[in-house]
């Protein structure tokens, strides 16, 4: 993948010879994700073998496989060796990450599952892990740097009014910062916006009736800030050669803990004296000069994974010091959307890019490994900012359904009908998101290969389901279709919503559910319309079990 696409599923034939995915970048990367999979030529989502292989880590990385002249394969995964290199003194020692392997012999599909409970269960960890995510709006999309406590207020209000829990302030509330240019670094209030810092607006968004979260980006600095000007040599850079700054910033030194030290103190009192529930901790710049000024010539193949390191320190004495706060990592969107920071961080933002129909992709690529619940997922403007499309709020909803669920708009700007949509949209989404968020998750039909996509989730004791199919681009005397369902007892006699009769699960599962509408020209005198990027939704409730 890349920015904006990220974890796009490729496959690819092994011969011999050595196949391998792998970062640089400082950061396990928006291009490779450290994450393969061994499967039998036949494998597909519902049957055959398959081996999953997952890093924890969050840096440099390589996997690969190496088939040799007897067709015997071999796969190698961990730190990334170009660049790397560790002194160890007599009796110190060296801590590799770990690796998770999962065997499967029913698909690709079952494969996922294991990995997603395992990884919900076993690597995220605190307050959050089991809890249903707050709904959110976040004011990035809606306001960029270009806000006051006012426009933030009122947000927050028609937020309140349908249904939001928790509004989130984004970039340009720090320093002075008001474009990319200034401000990363100094972590305290700009009070020409916020006249009572951060802590006198999370009193006032609490008054609102509503929690409050933040946006960091602590492992960066701009030269234009306090920060820069009084610790110059923090950054990493070659010494005497050309510093490159990505977005106007730089990196950070996190190998050192002076610098780690100091950017907690700052986060720290700031988090003591406001009342903030969820942090967003961004980080939107790879490495590059890998060089550590304190460290002498023959560590310095030590930057990058002590750089990781600190990361990890930091997330660590963070969560020790204020376990409620729910961290969401992000990474200029799906840089660093990996294990390693699953462990600390039970959700991340899965790509910058909010097109439905995008995330479509996005989302199933990322659900070969990744849990729903760690997908952050939102409801963002049209025409969306990434792709200029114009997509409908239903789709937008239905998409972001599966996953945290959130807005990233301004509300005040639809109209009085788009509002009672999200009203519903919310209602919905507090009905039902433990089964979005924790419930068994099924791809159905992959939006890679057809004009449909479709995925479902089913609750522990299949009573209940969600599934939610979409159609990129409509079409004109179409074919009948039907979509095959998973996970039901096939015993159960099923309300499907929509749907005038019942089904018993095993119809659904091996006949299927009837998703043929208007666009076949099969018209019943009441459908609505067909379009461009539909989508709908089915809802599945057990009526009662046994043949009638």
Request: hydrophobic residues 35%; aromatic residues 12%; contains cysteine.
């Amino acid at each position: 993948g890349a920015w904006a696409r990220e974890r796009y599923p490729k496959t690819r034939q092994l011969e011999q010879g050595i196949l391998s995915v792998g970062s640089m970048r400082g950061n396990s990367s928006h291009n490779h994700n450290p994450f393969v999979i061994l499967k039998r030529p036949d494998t597909d989502e519902f049957q055959g073998e398959a081996i999953g292989f997952s890093l924890i880590y969050s840096g440099n990385f390589l996997a690969q496989a190496e088939v040799d002249t007897y067709d015997t394969t071999r796969v190698l995964m961990g730190i990334h060796p170009s660049c790397f290199d560790w002194k160890l003194e007599a009796g110190e020692s060296f801590q590799t990450p770990e690796a998770v392997m999962v065997y499967t012999d029913q698909g690709l599909n079952h494969l996922s599952q294991t990995f997603h409970r395992l990884y919900q269960k076993r690597l995220a960890r605190g307050y959050w892990r089991d809890r249903e995510r707050p709904i959110l709006i976040n004011n990035w999309e809606a306001t960029c740097f270009d806000f006051t406590e006012e426009k933030l207020l009122e947000i927050a209000r028609t937020a309140k009014e349908t249904g939001v829990e928790l509004f989130v302030l984004d970039d340009g509330w720090f320093g002075e910062r008001s474009n990319e240019h200034a401000g990363l670094g100094d972590w305290f209030a700009n009070t020409k916006r916020l006249p009572q810092g951060i802590t006198g607006l999370s009193k006032k968004i609490g008054e609102i009736g509503m929690k409050f979260g933040l946006w960091f980006e602590p492992e960066m600095v701009n030269k234009d800030s306090d920060l820069y000007r009084q610790h110059p040599d923090w950054i990493i850079a070659a010494p005497e050669r050309r510093q490159s700054h990505g977005r106007f910033q730089y990196v950070l030194d996190f190998s050192r803990k002076e610098v780690v030290d100091y950017i907690y103190s700052m986060m720290e009192t700031l988090l003591s004296d406001a009342d903030i529930s969820y942090i967003k901790w961004d980080m939107n710049r790879s490495i590059t000069e890998c060089f550590s000024n304190t460290l002498p010539a023959d560590r310095q193949g030590e930057v990058y994974h002590r750089y990781i390191l600190g990361v990890y320190e930091l997330y660590e004495r963070l969560i020790g010091r204020f376990p409620q706060i729910l961290f969401e990592s992000c990474a200029s969107g799906g840089g660093r959307f990996d294990p390693g920071m699953l462990y600390y961080a039970p959700q991340g933002w899965t790509s910058d890019d909010t097109d439905a129909m995008e995330r479509l992709k996005i989302q199933y690529g990322t659900s070969y490994c990744y849990p729903v619940s760690s997908m952050g997922s939102h409801v963002s403007v049209t025409p969306n900012q990434q792709v200029n499309r114009d997509t409908p709020l239903s789709t937008r909803a239905n998409v972001a359904y599966f996953g945290t669920f959130g807005y990233e708009l301004d509300l005040n700007v639809l109209s009085s009908e788009e509002l009672e949509d999200v009203r519903e949209e919310i209602t919905f989404m507090k009905q039902y998101r433990h089964l979005l968020q924790f419930g068994t998750f099924y791809r159905l039909e992959s939006p890679f290969s057809h004009n449909t996509a479709a995925w479902m989730v089913v609750d522990s004791d299949k009573k209940e389901a969600i599934v939610g199919w979409y159609r990129v681009l409509n079409g004109i005397n179409l074919p009948f279709t039907r979509l095959k369902l998973k996970g039901l007892d096939p015993g159960t006699k099923y309300a499907v919503s929509g749907n005038v009769k019942s089904c018993y699960g095993d119809e659904l599962m091996y006949a299927g559910l009837i998703t043929t509408d208007i666009s076949s020209g099969q018209a019943q005198g009441n459908e609505k319309m067909s379009r461009d990027f539909e989508s709908r939704l089915y809802i599945l409730k057990a009526e009662k079990r046994g043949i009638e």
